[in-house]
């Protein structure tokens, strides 16, 4: 998958904000500063990811500490070690622990679901325009919180998001099963790179939204 300065100037992205779904320390942060994005949220439910999470963003950003999916509750997280917390999920491991063996699986965390919609009906002092870009990474459980993004997916431009095609956690999506979501949103994969074999990251733009090189256009069209 190309960089993030890569995608904005391949696809002339133009980006008001970010819902970055899946936050972990705010790795990427760098790079939306470079890119100039003003308006980031960053959701993380893992109490010792979001902790450190805290003290890289501090105020360059808002952080909430709440997993998303496609229903308001409590859920129990698989926490890893091995990996600093980032193959945590929502999902039980499955081919993940053949393909990373060295990743183990021994504590569990209760957090606190939404949904992104009800998220930014809660919050009136957020305007969801200000955001038109999800960038999701929640190891398999992508689908589920898109499917409690619906009215938020009418005003974003731009979805990047982890893909699978392997059951690397128990009932993860497939990618094929995202394309057929945002679909119906008129998102188009554009960017595919299954870096991990088993796993990779996609960019999904809207359709109209972003200038896409002429012979991949004609591609998509087919």
């Known amino acids: 998958m190309p ?38 949220i ?14 890289k963003i501090g105020n360059k950003g808002i952080l909430v500490k709440t997993a998303l999916g ?19 999920s929502v999902l039980q491991p499955e081919e993940h622990l053949k393909q990373y063996p060295g990743i183990k699986f021994t504590e569990k965390e209760e957090v606190d679901m939404t949904t992104l919609d009800i998220f930014f009906k809660e919050r009136k002092d957020l305007d969801i325009h200000n955001y038109n870009m ?18 938020t997916l009418n005003s974003v431009d731009y979805v990047k998001s982890e893909i699978n095609k392997a059951e690397v956690y128990k009932g993860c999506a497939k990618v ?25 990251d996609a960019l999904y733009v809207k359709r109209g ?4 090189p002429g012979f991949l256009s004609s591609l998509l069209r087919r």
């Open 70 to 88: 496609p229903t308001i509750g409590k859920i129990s997280m698989n926490i890893d070690s091995g990996n600093d917390g980032q193959s945590s």
């Open 134 to 151: 999800i960038n999701i990474d929640v190891q398999g459980y992508e689908l589920e919180v898109l499917k409690g993004c619906k009215n």
């Open 209 to 212: 939204k972003a200038k896409i």
């Open 3 to 40: 960089t993030f300065d890569e995608l904005i100037k391949k696809y002339k992205l133009e980006i008001s904000g970010i819902l970055h779904i899946g936050g972990h320390y705010g790795q990427e942060m760098d790079e939306y500063e470079r890119a100039g994005v003003k308006n980031i």
């Open 176 to 200: 094929w099963e995202i394309d057929e979501l945002l679909n119906k949103y008129e998102f188009e994969r554009v960017e595919t790179d299954f870096c991990g074999g088993s796993w990779g």
């Open 42 to 55: 960053f959701f993380e439910p893992v109490t010792k990811n979001f902790n450190i999470l805290k003290e």
